[in-house]
């Protein structure tokens, strides 16, 4: 079981935090795809440049980038450079995209529920030719690729899906290597994030255990990873949180810092490989570092 910090500030400096994880001994660390949503985000891209030019050993997840956002061709060829640069330690994690505000933030209409799976499906095949061969010839509902020839060619980076619903989770599994289940989809609420809330404290092992059933009959051998929002240490607002969040999995994630660790690995019982974790305080990451990867 391994743990991945997630970064999501525009304030941290991307260099000193890739290197402070990586001394801390996480063997990997991932970079948000969002503008705005629910606040402002560093670029994905660039920022996972950065810590793969900063770092030596530590491997670089996109978590995710957004479908939404650009070409699966792009996202292709973005992971391929970043595979190049950072020496074979790259991850290519792709997601659907789910924030509404970002999409109609920019002018774009954000797709129906229906749209946003299709052709996020038809993405993952696309990025899985492009990342083995480097060409692509593809004629879908959404997509219609003819590329004869991206680069650099080299080993592929690992295809990372991520996945809410059982249509976008049977729709990936034949082209990813690794799957990140997902608390919730964009058909259990409204296309903003103001909804995340209840979805998350409403959200148990029941739940997970569901997901992660439905994941083995359609990938019986793909590692599976979890998001977790984190909360670690003495600070007594942390455990005024977890108090507020109720009886359900995610309020065991926020509080001291032994508990929040218990409950972290308690998800590799339910069958998950990987957690990323997305720290809500400063200290979060470290004071969980000698519990998690020693």
């Not at 001394?23 to 793969?52: K, N």
């Amino acid at each position: 079981m391994e743990f991945c910090p997630n970064f999501i500030s525009v304030d941290d400096d991307p260099v000193e935090w890739a290197r402070a994880r990586e001394a801390e001994g996480y063997p990997v660390i991932s970079v948000a795809d969002h503008i705005s949503a629910p606040q402002p985000h560093p670029h994905c891209w660039v920022t996972a440049t950065a810590f793969a030019m900063a770092t030596e050993k530590i491997r670089v997840l996109t978590a995710f980038s957004n479908n939404l956002f650009r070409s699966p061709v792009e996202f292709a060829h973005a992971a391929l450079a970043l595979q190049r640069v950072s020496n074979g330690r790259a991850e290519a994690g792709l997601g659907a995209g789910w924030a509404e505000p970002e999409i109609t933030g920019m002018g774009w209409e954000f797709p129906s529920n229906r749209d946003r799976a299709g052709s996020y499906i038809e993405a993952m095949q696309i990025a899985r030719a492009l990342l083995d061969t480097g060409k692509c010839m593809f004629k879908g509902e959404y997509y219609n690729i003819d590329i004869p020839l991206i680069g650099p060619l080299v080993e592929p980076p690992p295809l990372v899906a991520s996945s809410a619903g059982p249509r976008t989770l049977r729709g990936v599994a034949p082209v990813a290597d690794r799957i990140e289940i997902m608390a919730f989809s964009m058909t259990a609420g409204p296309g903003d994030v103001g909804f995340l809330p209840d979805v998350i404290s409403a959200y148990g092992e029941d739940d997970l255990k569901a997901r992660v059933d439905l994941a083995r009959t359609v990938a019986p051998d793909t590692p599976l990873g979890f998001l977790a929002l984190v909360g670690a240490g003495d600070d007594p607002a942390l455990a005024a949180r977890s108090e507020a969040m109720g009886d359900g999995m995610f309020s065991g994630f926020i509080g001291p810092t032994e508990r929040v660790a218990e409950n972290l690995f308690r998800l590799g019982e339910l069958g998950i490989h990987r957690v990323q974790i997305a720290p809500s305080t400063p200290d979060t990451l470290s004071n969980l570092a000698p519990l998690l990867n020693g």
